[in-house]
Structure formats: structure tokens, C-alpha cells
């Protein structure tokens, strides 16, 4: 199967690993139908790919956007022709503390990375069923194995998505079909710097007491979160996972990217007491670190 071309669906692929994902998989001469919510995105990816490359107008969001980019995607493959993969990729990271995270934004980014990716999913498969065996590749985190603080919201969906695609594993293997799981820890893309701003209107509708009491919280996800040299992978490693995971024989159900991830999973076994110890001296080192001029 490795040497075959495959045709595949990403999701949010203006930016990030779903940009490297969907260049990455046009330059080994794969058919890519990239989603992204702005045409000039769309444009700008495409002046850099093959003539395969098509990109389509996909908010994982609505409904009724997901059902028409499927019936793009299959008016464009022709009848009786399939996907042979997704990259359910499309997601956003809420950082505020819990108690004082609105409502709408916890559900908002619930309806990005988790019911999007569902809704996806579930408008995807009739057509992955045409052009057996099929691939679902979903973009966890190590958020999903390990919470943090201020991003609750974020770890929340990461988890579900954890148990969404162990649950879908099991459910569509009988017909070939495989889902692997791509958990990366701190990757360089623009969504930190987007989670920032969100973050910042989060704070700005805060009480002056709530602001201090979660100021050392605060200062150290923005330090975490913006750092240049904080420790974190290229989007093209993750890329190389996908594509593994797209294409090889056997792809593995998990792909944990980065040292970051393979160390906040080893801290993970420890127990809970002694591994909140260690982050919140990690979170008293940052948040010193960021008051320094
Ligand atoms: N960066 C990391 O450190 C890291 C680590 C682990 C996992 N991840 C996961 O990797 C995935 C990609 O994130 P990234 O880091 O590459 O961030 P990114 O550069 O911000 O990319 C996120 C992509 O999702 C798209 N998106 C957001 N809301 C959408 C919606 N409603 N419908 C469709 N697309 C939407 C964005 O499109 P717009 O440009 O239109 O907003 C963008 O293309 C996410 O699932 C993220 O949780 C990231």
C-alpha cells in the first residue's frame, strides 16, 4: 500500500499541520482535497501544489457546509470512486482557567475539535467505504493523555477525542478500515498566538480579584505559549506521522510526537499528587521567568 497514490480530505489546512499535511502529501504526488475556511487560503495553497491539489470550502462547524464539501469532493472523484483518507485536523485551543471560562467558549471548542471532527467523520465514511481500506487519521495531543491547567477546555476535547477514536477503531476494522491517533506535545504553528488573543479577551472580562488570583497561571501559559525558545516540533514532523499513517501497511494506532510528549507521558504514571507537584513548580518557574523584564 505504501507505494499506492491515495486521495484524502484535510481539515484546516490554511495554517499549521494541516497546511504541512495537505503540501506535504501533494509533493508525494497524492491527491489532496485540502478544507479551509477563507478561498484565499485556498489560492495561496494552491499556487504552491500540482494540478491534483484542490482545495474546498470546509467549516467543521456546519452542517450543511460538511454535507456540500462531500458532494463536491464526490462530484469531483466521479461515480462509485471513494476518499481513501481523512486528517480530521481542524482545531482550536481555548486557554482560561475553569471557573472562569465562558460557557460559550467550552462549547465552542467542543464544537470545533469535537463534534466538527465527528461531523466529518460521519459524512466522510460512505465515501472512505467506496475506495476500501480506508484511513482516519485524527490530530489528538498529548493534551489528550495529560490535562494542564488553563486549558481545560483544550484537554477536555483532546480526551474525548482520545476515547472517540479508540471507540471508531474498534468500530470500523472489521471493514479495513484503520484510525490512527496523532498525539503531538508543543507544535510551532500559529495556534498558540491565536489561543493567546482569545485568552486575553477571557481575561479582560474577569474580575480584578479573579485576574490576580490566576496572574502566575496567566503569565506562564503565555510564556509556555509564545516563547521562542520553548521546546516544540515543526509542523512537518507531525506531517511525516500523517502521511505514515495515511499510507504505510501497517499504520500504528498511536503516533506520540516530540520529546515534550513522551516526557509529560512518562510524568503521567507517577502519582497524581507527585505529578501536580512537579507541575506546579514548572508553572512557579514560568510564571518567575515572565515577570523578568
Ligand atoms: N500546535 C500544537 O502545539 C498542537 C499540539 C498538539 C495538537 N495540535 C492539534 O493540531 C491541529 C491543528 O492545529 P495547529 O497547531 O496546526 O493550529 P493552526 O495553525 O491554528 O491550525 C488550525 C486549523 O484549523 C482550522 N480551523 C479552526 N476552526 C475551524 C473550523 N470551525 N472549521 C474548519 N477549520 C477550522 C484553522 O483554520 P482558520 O485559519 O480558518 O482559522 C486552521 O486551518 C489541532 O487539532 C490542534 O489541536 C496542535
Not at 142 to 163: D, T
Not at 251 to 280: E, S
Request: hydrophobic fraction near 45%.
Amino acid at each position: 500500500m505504501a507505494f499506492l497514490k491515495r486521495t484524502i480530505l484535510v481539515t484546516g489546512s490554511s495554517t499549521g499541520i494541516g497546511e504541512a499535511c495537505a503540501l506535504s502529501l501533494d509533493r508525494s504526488g497524492h491527491r489532496v482535497f485540502a478544507g479551509v475556511r477563507r478561498p484565499e487560503d485556498g489560492e495561496r495553497l494552491a499556487s504552491q501544489s500540482s494540478n491534483r491539489f484542490r482545495w474546498i470550502a470546509l467549516d467543521v462547524t456546519d452542517e450543511a457546509g460538511v454535507r456540500e464539501a462531500v458532494r463536491t469532493m464526490r462530484h469531483a472523484l466521479g461515480e462509485g470512486r471513494g476518499l481513501d483518507g481523512v486528517v480530521n485536523n481542524a482545531g482550536i485551543a481555548v486557554a482560561a482557567p475553569l471557573e472562569t471560562v465562558s460557557l460559550e467558549a467550552f462549547q465552542h471548542q467542543f464544537e470545533v475539535n469535537v463534534f466538527g471532527l465527528l461531523r466529518v467523520t460521519q459524512h466522510v465514511l460512505p465515501l472512505i467505504r467506496l475506495a476500501p481500506p480506508g484511513r482516519i487519521v485524527n490530530i489528538g495531543s498529548i493534551a489528550g493523555r495529560v490535562a494542564s491547567p488553563m486549558l481545560g477546555a483544550y484537554c477536555a476535547s483532546k480526551f474525548a477525542v482520545e476515547a472517540m477514536s479508540d471507540t471508531l477503531r474498534l468500530e470500523v476494522k472489521g471493514e479495513g478500515i484503520q484510525v490512527s491517533l496523532i498525539e503531538p506535545g508543543v507544535v510551532f504553528t500559529p495556534i498558540w498566538e491565536k489561543s493567546m488573543a482569545a485568552a486575553e479577551s477571557n481575561e479582560a472580562q474577569m474580575s480584578p480579584e479573579g485576574r490576580a488570583r490566576y496572574a502566575d497561571l496567566t503569565s506562564a501559559v503565555r510564556r509556555l505559549a509564545t516563547h521562542p525558545r520553548r521546546p516544540g516540533v515543526a509542523p512537518e514532523v507531525v506531517a511525516r506521522a500523517v502521511v505514515h499513517a495515511l499510507t504505510a501497511t501497517h499504520p500504528r494506532t498511536r503516533y506520540l510526537i516530540g520529546r515534550d510528549a513522551r516526557i509529560r507521558n512518562l510524568l503521567r504514571l507517577l502519582p497524581d499528587r507527585w505529578h501536580d507537584r512537579i507541575v506546579q513548580a514548572a508553572v512557579a518557574r514560568l510564571a518567575a521567568r515572565a515577570k523578568k523584564p
